[in-house]
């Protein structure tokens, strides 16, 4: 069984600094991606950034970067120079990518709640 | 990037009537299509798999028969809460992954409709 763990219920930053957000998770699947997402107070998912199990270096998209130790099963969202608009839910989640004769579902964790301060 | 659409955004309905919430692929045909429900200052909780043309897989613990959902094409799945009740009240999001020819692996979301049962 697939399970992804967030133990941040909250967090607080400063504008301008950076901010780790924990995500750990646990899985049989020899191949699985990883994701995260922001949801503001309005509701949608916004998708920040995707590393892939086999991938050999972390990933990085503008702001954010995940920082991906495989052998700790962790990934973690690195927001640098954090920003007002940041304010939000954020989620990680786990999809296996093996070929199950469907597509494989997507896994979120219980969020954190990141508050940016000016 | 990909745009799913939902509709209603936003429905409030009295216990006992029926409510119908279309998910929409806009400019992508999506093979599979999947049903959340969110409860305030929870994460997404996984209701069903769809695929077009055949009947949905449902996640343990979701009622069937109260949640209906129908995958008629490759761009439209609806979800049906029939007899909704009070409990049923939440923020329900639909997600859908492309057949082919988009390289990022993520599902992209709905904007999510928030459902009240009076």
């Known amino acids: 069984a697939q399970k992804i763990t967030q133990t941040q219920p909250g967090m607080f930053v400063q504008e301008k600094e950076a901010v780790t957000l924990d995500c750990t998770y646990d899985?049989?699947?020899?191949?699985?991606?990883l994701f995260w997402y922001k949801q503001p107070s309005s509701g949608e998912m916004i998708f920040l950034i995707y590393q892939g199990s086999y991938d050999q270096q972390n990933a990085t998209e503008g702001r954010y970067s995940l920082n991906f130790q495989k052998a700790r099963k962790s990934a973690n969202l690195v927001i640098s120079a954090s920003q007002l608009g940041d304010s939000a839910m954020y989620f990680c989640?786990?999809?296996?990518?093996?070929?199950?004769?469907?597509?494989?579902?997507?896994?979120f964790g219980a969020g954190t709640r990141l508050a940016v301060h000016p | 990037g990909a745009v799913v659409s939902q509709h209603p955004s936003r429905v409030i309905c009295k216990s006992g009537t029926s409510v119908k919430i279309e998910c929409r692929s806009l400019?992508?045909?999506?093979?599979?299509m999947f049903w959340y429900r969110q409860f305030p200052k929870q994460s997404l909780m996984l209701m069903a798999t769809?695929?077009?043309?055949?009947?949905?897989?449902?996640e343990q613990g979701v009622e069937k028969d109260k949640f209906l959902i129908n995958h008629a094409s490759l761009t439209l799945s609806t979800l049906t809460v029939t007899s909704a009740h009070p409990e049923d009240s939440s923020f329900y999001i639909c997600?859908?992954?492309?057949?082919?020819?988009?390289?990022?692996?993520?599902?992209?979301f709905g904007p999510g409709t928030r459902l009240t049962v009076l």
């Open positions: 400019d992508f045909q999506a093979t599979t």
């Open positions: 989640a786990m999809r296996g990518l093996y070929f199950s004769g469907g597509y494989n579902k997507l896994i």
């Open positions: 769809s695929n077009e043309g055949s009947k949905a897989t449902y």
């Open positions: 997600s859908a992954t492309p057949l082919a020819g988009l390289a990022v692996l993520e599902q992209f």
């Open positions: 899985t049989s699947d020899p191949s699985y991606g």
